[in-house]
């Protein structure tokens, strides 16, 4: 069977009163990709760069929410409303 497991930044700093927080970069998401990967006995199929939208459940282990990070995205998605996302791995193997 297939699957796939997703990396995000993870906070390295919360913002003051729920502001704005600061991120991993977008290395180190990779780095904790490539110590997953090592840890475990299974297959690669392919890693790919994925954009996600900032509000993200059964990634990586950490905590995730709007970012200022070099892996932070704006996206528009329709007449001017804009989706903050991040920059991801995504790990596709074979158990």
């Known amino acids: 069977m297939i699957k796939c497991k997703d990396f995000a ?8 009163f729920g502001g704005a927080s600061e991120y991993e970069s977008f290395s ?5 990709a490539n110590q997953w ?6 297959q690669v199929i392919n890693v790919e760069t994925v954009v996600l939208p900032d509000r993200i459940e059964g990634t990586s282990d950490g905590d995730y929410g709007l970012a200022v990070s070099n892996s932070f995205h704006p996206v528009v998605i329709s007449q001017g ?10 790990v596709w193997y074979r158990e």
């Open 37 to 42: 990967i090592e840890q475990t006995t299974i």
């Open 9 to 16: 930044p993870r906070i390295t700093e919360r913002g003051p």
């Open 28 to 32: 180190e998401v990779v780095s904790a």
């Open 81 to 90: 409303v804009t989706v903050n996302c991040f920059q991801c791995v995504r």
